[in-house]
């Protein structure tokens, strides 16, 4: 990958559309727009040209705008091709981009690029990437919120919301939990049927909880006397519970909880839900514990329950949270180490010694400083034409 070459990528999604915008960046990006467009637009200003290929053919009538470098996105020359949006129109332009010098962008070179040349830090970048990835509001603001602070007593609160939560549904066989899984989820992720130990494995399915991506789980039935196969499907039924961020432990209102139910309530960090109470009324409380009443049949108290679960998913990975990966974590925790040490040193080499050290660690951060093994994973995980 070298900075020495002009790239260019589909900056818009693949396939049929009204338009298609190809984009370039790199010191011969000028001299492609002359052979392409005629000559190149004036800068920063949309202008309507016709494409020609090195034969002189036309290829398409397209906005061109030109970027000259250091004010583009990537720091260095840059443009735009405004292209009609069928296959073959970006495909004639595509060749007559690589007959004229230019090449294909590798997955992430165009902010690669705007990093090297300072147009922005690698907090900067890993936020463009969360901001690509997001998949709710939730995540879309904190990936614009990605900048360097001390927020190391968030409590894994941007992790938590970068990777999403998960939550278990744990109880005996036959009290709805599929059901439960399809009704919160609002499809039919899991097989639902009358007939006991019908999932015996785990079941997964997305859904928002409020802007925070979560995990919901369908766990096999808890129960003894199993046989193999099922066994093994309560094994990982208890791992997913002890791993969950949330546990819904559930029984049918009308039937008394069981031992493994009881076992669970005595946790207390489950959100309890009685299910089937269009059958019958639960009891008001369970050791203290009082559970939601719902009916993943009817819907009756689906409401009730999405709310506590957003409530759940508020307090875990709600509120402001700047720390959205593991390695700002590390870098900052030694920040903060070599800081204190610098405190509380003996004499003045020592704390000079832990600035120091504090220094490279924010620089390490930043990506100012000894990150070369990280760049190829940090943009490798960019789309082509960013």
């Not at 039919?188 to 130990?197: D, K, L, P, Y």
């Not at 957003?310 to 700002?328: I, N, S």
Request: contains cysteine; charged residues 25%.
């Amino acid at each position: 990958m070298s900075t020495a070459d002009t790239i260019f990528a589909l900056a818009t999604g693949a396939g049929r559309s009204a338009v298609a915008v190809l984009r370039l960046s790199g010191p011969g990006c000028g001299a492609v727009l002359d052979r392409l467009a005629g000559r190149r637009p004036a800068a920063r200003m949309a202008t309507l040209r016709t494409l020609r290929d090195a034969a002189g053919a036309a290829l398409d009538r397209a906005l061109v705008l030109w970027f000259p470098g250091p004010r583009s996105y990537t720091g260095e020359d840059a443009a735009e091709l405004h292209l009609h949006g069928g296959r073959a129109v970006v495909a004639a332009v595509s060749e007559a981009l690589v007959a004229a010098g230019a090449r294909v962008a590798e997955p992430g070179e165009f902010t690669r690029r705007a990093f090297l040349h300072g147009r922005m830090d690698l907090t900067e970048a890993e936020g463009i990437a969360d901001l690509i990835e997001a998949e709710t509001e939730a995540q879309r603001r904190q990936a614009l919120r990605a900048e360097i602070a001390a927020a190391l007593a968030d409590g894994g609160r941007g992790e938590r919301l970068r990777e999403g939560l998960d939550v278990a549904i744990l109880g005996a066989p036959n009290v709805g939990k599929s059901s439960l899984l399809n009704a919160l989820t609002g499809r039919e992720a899991a097989i639902v049927s009358a007939r006991a130990g019908t999932t015996r494995d785990v079941v997964e399915a997305r859904f928002d909880l409020a802007g925070v991506p979560a995990t919901l789980a369908d766990t096999a039935g808890l129960r003894e006397g199993a046989d193999e196969i099922e066994a093994e499907g309560i094994r990982r039924a208890h791992r997913r519970g002890e791993e969950a961020d949330i546990v819904l432990a559930v029984f049918a209102a009308d039937t008394a909880p069981d031992a493994e139910t009881l076992a669970l309530l005595a946790r207390r960090d489950c959100v309890v839900v009685a299910n089937r109470c269009d059958l019958a009324e639960p009891a008001a409380d369970y050791a203290g514990v009082v559970p939601l009443r719902v009916s993943a049949r009817t819907g009756t108290g689906l409401a009730a329950l999405r709310a506590r679960l957003e409530e759940e998913a508020e307090r875990r990975a709600g509120g402001a949270a700047l720390l959205t990966r593991p390695r700002h974590r590390a870098a900052l925790e030694e920040v903060a180490r070599h800081l204190a040490g610098a405190e509380t040193a003996p004499v003045p080499e020592l704390a000079s010694e832990g600035l120091r050290a504090a220094s490279l660690a924010l620089g390490r951060l930043t990506g100012r400083v000894g990150v070369e093994q990280v760049l190829d994973v940090v943009f490798g995980s960019f789309c082509i034409g960013k």
